[in-house]
């Protein structure tokens, strides 16, 4: 029964001691990650580009706008003296033109 005990001891104190030595050999890091993408060279040209493609879907976005503006307008100013089948026809040109600029402002809002 003592012998038990004994090896009972010394295992216990093996484990613990394995434990304490696994603990003092792991380390925790931490990385800056705006650091890290401001050092590669590929982050400004990278950062050029987005800029570049935003300046075009908000020049994209004007333009739709003022072309569903300019239609609004044009269809306001005629439509009493437009067919029926024209005055549809132009509404429904009017509603698709709407849903393109606000899939179009979605896109944009993404960015």
């Known amino acids: 029964m003592k012998k038990l005990s004994k090896v ?3 295992l216990v104190l093996a484990l613990g001691i394995s434990s304490a030595a696994n603990a003092q050999s792991q380390k925790i890091g931490y990385v800056d990650s705006s650091v890290v993408s401001e050092s590669m060279p590929e982050a400004a040209k990278i950062q050029q580009d987005l800029q570049q493609y935003l300046t075009e879907l908000d ?3 004007k333009t739709m706008t003022a072309e569903l503006q300019n239609k609004y307008n044009d269809y306001q100013a005629n439509a009493a003296t437009m067919s ?3 005055r549809t026809s132009k ?3 009017l509603r698709s033109l709407k849903a393109v600029l606000r899939m179009q ?3 944009k809002d993404l960015s």
């Open 8 to 10: 009972l001891v010394l």
């Open 59 to 61: 020049q994209e976005y």
């Open 84 to 86: 029926q089948i024209l």
């Open 91 to 93: 509404e429904k040109e």
């Open 105 to 107: 402002s979605h896109r």
